[in-house]
């Protein structure tokens, strides 16, 4: 298995609603990060996760909460979200935090 | 100092033509340059990377060129086609311990037309 899966590919939330995004990989990765991306902008870093502790939190707004309960699985729980949250999320995972990143195909979300 | 600039914003190719996207950097302790395809909904795929030991790197119809004392690489698509049409971002990297973070350009949607 050669790829990074995320789920779900859409999400549509309100404002008050808890939501949580899956990221999964088996290459034996043991770094896994989260991306947002607005339209027509690069990818912007969240959260770096190395041997499945975080070690990198990029001044992210609480409201969003990542979780990784093991080397192949990680969370980002969502929670009373603001309509300028809507991005693709996306998830990449590497060998170690020095090696090449492969992103997932992300999970497109819209907060209302 | 951490920025890599990368143009143009847009690119419009025909078919079989060579596709051009530049990219220059001013921190010299980057030395990982991969570039990145992204197709509209998708996340970036790693199309070719090069570390600044080289000048040049090929793979199929996609080639790197670095330019060490310009500060300055970029990527050539030879042979364009029409399902090249996507979004470019070139990223940069500081190697060794403790390095994550890809630092990347802004992103180039190039449009190949038939």
């Known amino acids: 298995d050669t790829e990074v899966t995320q789920t779900p590919k859409h999400l549509v939330m309100g404002m008050t609603n808890k939501k949580s995004l899956k990221c999964e990989q088996h290459m034996g990765h043991r770094a896994m990060y989260w991306y947002k991306q607005k339209a027509k902008k690069p990818p912007e870093l969240m959260f770096v996760y190395s041997y499945e502790k975080l070690s990198i939190n990029e001044s992210v707004p609480s409201r969003f909460s990542p979780e990784c309960p093991n080397s192949s699985l990680l969370n980002l729980h969502l929670h009373a979200l603001q309509p300028e949250d809507s991005a693709l999320y996306l998830c990449a995972s590497s060998q170690h935090r020095n090696n090449e990143q492969f992103f997932g195909p992300g999970t497109r979300l819209t907060v209302l | 100092q951490q920025q890599v600039k990368q143009s143009p914003q847009s690119l419009i190719v025909q078919k079989g033509g060579i596709s051009i996207i530049n990219c220059a950097y001013e921190n010299t302790a980057f030395d990982y340059f991969p570039w990145y395809q992204q197709f509209p909904g998708k996340g970036p795929a790693l199309l070719i990377a090069?570390?600044?030991?080289?000048s040049e790197k090929k793979e199929g119809r996609f080639t790197i060129s670095f330019n060490k004392s310009a500060k300055q690489f970029s990527l050539h698509i030879m042979d364009s086609q029409p399902g090249d049409s996507a979004t470019y971002f070139c990223a940069a990297r500081i190697s060794g311990a403790g390095s994550y973070q890809l630092t990347f350009g802004k992103g180039t949607k190039l449009s190949v037309i038939p």
């Open positions: 090069i570390r600044p030991d080289v």
